[in-house]
């Protein structure tokens, strides 16, 4: 059974800084291209960073430069340093695990974001 489970949310004033981590469990994480994603209340779900399996990465235009995404295969675990946090930047995270096929690809459950003085 295949398992993401994202950690690393809470509250954070503006300005602050968090870390999320997502560890995965039941997948060859290395051959997987790791994502995070978020989605607010009343939006669609969308694409924050992503990282390849060669470590290669990509990001949303709303968060370059504050945001980076890299990954520790040996831990099987992908992260989102996230600093200079914006009220804008409120959402549920999530994580995202695809094949180098595109498919299969999983999910986890989300962890909560909110940036507020």
């Known amino acids: 059974q295949v398992q993401l489970v994202e950690s690393g949310g809470g509250l954070v004033q503006p300005g602050g800084s968090l870390r999320l981590s997502c560890a995965a469990d039941?997948?060859?994480?290395?051959?997987?291209?790791m994502g995070w994603y978020r989605q607010a209340p009343g939006s669609q779900r969308e694409l924050v960073a992503v990282?390849?399996?060669?470590?290669?990465?990509n990001y949303a235009n709303s968060v370059k430069g504050r945001f980076t995404i890299s990954r520790d295969n040996a831990e099987s675990t992908v992260y989102l340093q996230m600093n200079n946090l914006r009220p804008e930047d409120t959402a549920v995270y999530y994580c995202?695990?695809?094949?180098?096929?595109?498919?299969?690809?999983?999910w986890g459950q989300g962890t909560q974001v909110t940036v507020s003085s």
């Open positions: 995202n695990a695809v094949a180098r096929s595109g498919y299969p690809k999983y």
């Open positions: 039941g997948i060859r994480f290395s051959t997987y291209h």
């Open positions: 990282i390849s399996t060669g470590s290669s990465t």
